[in-house]
T-cell receptor
Framework: NAGVTQTPKFQVLKTGQSMTLQCAQDMNHNSMYWYRQDPGMGLRLIYYSASEGTTDKGEVPNGYNVSRLNKREFSLRLESAAPSQTSVYFC?????????FGPGTRLLVL | DAKTTQPPSMDCAEGRAANLPCNHSTISGNEYVYWYRQIHSQGPQYIIHGLKNNETNEMASLIITEDRKSSTLILPHATLRDTAVYYCIVSGTSYGKLTFGQGTILTVHP
């Protein structure tokens, strides 16, 4: 039981490049989330998926798109990366009250 | 979701109890109090949650005042590994969305 896994662990992009951050969970959870965390700050919700086939915007959705590919997988796409998107990205899943977080993807946009 | 106020930092001696306060004066009747912690940029880790009654698990105890406007997380015997940022979060049950503030940096000293 791996919990929540994220790939890649670290990525460097140039401004304007695109990439997809992958997230998968093996706990059969319905809801999944993408957060970003900037230095010295708390986490901010980008997008969430309450159940397979549904997605909704969170607090900071601009510049991102998501896909809930199936119950296990929830991907986050940056179509045209900007330096302001340099951050640590966390994926999470939940069933009931407890959210389980992945180890994070550290993204640097130059 | 109700906003929370936490002290920015606290210190605790190893082996002593760590008592982390949280104010949530605008909490509504159906909102839970959650505590998470984040150790050195890892993904946040669930600790405990409660609605009205005090709660205890293997990690911590949660004391909620009778008027529910504040709460205290208690780590009964703090260890060096408990050094982390502790987040107090108030949330309803809408798909488990969590709003993270800046939290309290707890430093446990030898």
């Amino acid at each position: 039981n791996a919990g929540v896994t994220q790939t890649p662990k670290f990525q460097v992009l140039k401004t304007g490049q695109s990439m997809t951050l992958q997230c998968a969970q093996d706990m059969n959870h319905n809801s999944m989330y993408w957060y970003r965390q900037d230095p010295g700050m708390g986490l901010r919700l980008i997008y969430y998926s309450a159940s397979e086939g549904t997605t909704d915007k969170g607090e900071v959705p601009n510049g991102y798109n998501v896909s809930r590919l199936n119950k296990r997988e929830f991907s986050l796409r940056l179509e045209s990366a900007a330096p302001s998107q340099t951050s640590v990205y966390f994926c999470a899943s939940t069933e009931g009250a407890t959210q389980y977080f992945g180890p994070g993807t550290r993204l640097l946009v130059l | 979701d109700a906003k929370t106020t936490q002290p920015p930092s606290m210190d605790c001696a190893e082996g002593r109890a760590a008592n982390l306060p949280c104010n949530h004066s605008t909490i509504s009747g159906n909102e839970y109090v959650y505590w998470y912690r984040q150790i050195h940029s890892q993904g946040p880790q669930y600790i405990i949650h409660g609605l009205k009654n005090n709660e205890t698990n293997e990690m911590a105890s949660l004391i909620i005042t009778e008027d529910r406007k504040s709460s205290t997380l208690i780590l009964p015997h703090a260890t060096l590994r408990d050094t982390a940022v502790y987040y107090c979060i108030v949330s309803g049950t809408s798909y488990g969305k969590l709003t993270f503030g800046q939290g309290t940096i707890l430093t446990v000293h030898p």
